[in-house]
């Protein structure tokens, strides 16, 4: 019966404020409403790492609670009954987890530390209602070339690493210094869409 119901209605929640993830979405042919978090809400505490957690540990953990989160917050809006889609990315240089730059110094430091290196990038994603819910992870791989200090800083002047995971957007102004990538490009932009379509068609959607 809930399948049923979710295929009529033919939409979800997208509890997300990245443009990228609804232009994703709008790929698969979703419609899909945003669940945003209030002003009461501190969507950021979310995102804080544990001591010593692994990268793919912490990505999938974020997920889930901001699933609780929006779950929540669908509740306490009454609105009707729909899937909510959340999702997180990390970039991980080993163990070390490359979350979103605080500010420009802070991503400069991050630009500096990938430079000449291949590192992973790591989503989850999670689709669910109060009664059931799937994860899904995704993990590729992106090797930057050599960056000078000159032109790590003009980049960070560009204000396009703030609040990505990283300090870089793949479809930006860093797909210059990108000298290979494997995996899922979707899933580096924010939301792998193979992994997001399985979970979809599991709740019953045709995509």
């Given at each position: ?22 232009q ?15 002003a ?58 490359y ?37 899904a ?58 992994e ?8 019953g959607?045709?995509?």
């Open positions: 019966m809930i399948s049923s119901v979710f295929t009529v209605n033919k939409f979800i929640y997208l509890a997300s404020q990245s443009p990228r993830r609804r994703l979405l709008d790929q698969l042919g979703v419609r899909h409403e945003l669940l945003l978090p209030g009461d809400e501190d969507a950021e505490a979310l995102e804080v790492a544990l001591h010593n957690e692994a990268p793919a540990a912490y990505v999938k953990r974020v997920t889930q609670l901001k699933l609780d989160a929006a779950l929540q917050r669908l509740k306490r809006r009454g609105l009707p009954m729909a899937p909510v889609l959340c999702s997180d990315t990390s970039v991980a240089l080993g163990r070390t987890i979350g979103k730059p605080a500010d420009a110094a802070d991503a400069m430091r991050m630009l500096t530390g990938l430079s000449s290196k291949t590192h992973r990038v790591l989503t989850a994603v999670a689709l669910g209602t109060v009664r059931k819910r799937q994860q992870l995704c993990e590729s791989r992106v090797t930057f070339g050599e960056m000078s200090a000159r032109q790590i800083q003009t980049y960070v002047a560009s204000h396009e690493p703030i609040g990505k995971a990283g300090a870089y957007a793949v479809q930006g102004r860093a797909a210059a210094f990108i000298s290979h990538m494997s995996g899922s490009y979707s899933g580096i932009m924010g939301l792998p869409l193979f997001t379509a399985q979970l979809l068609r599991s709740f959607f045709k995509v």
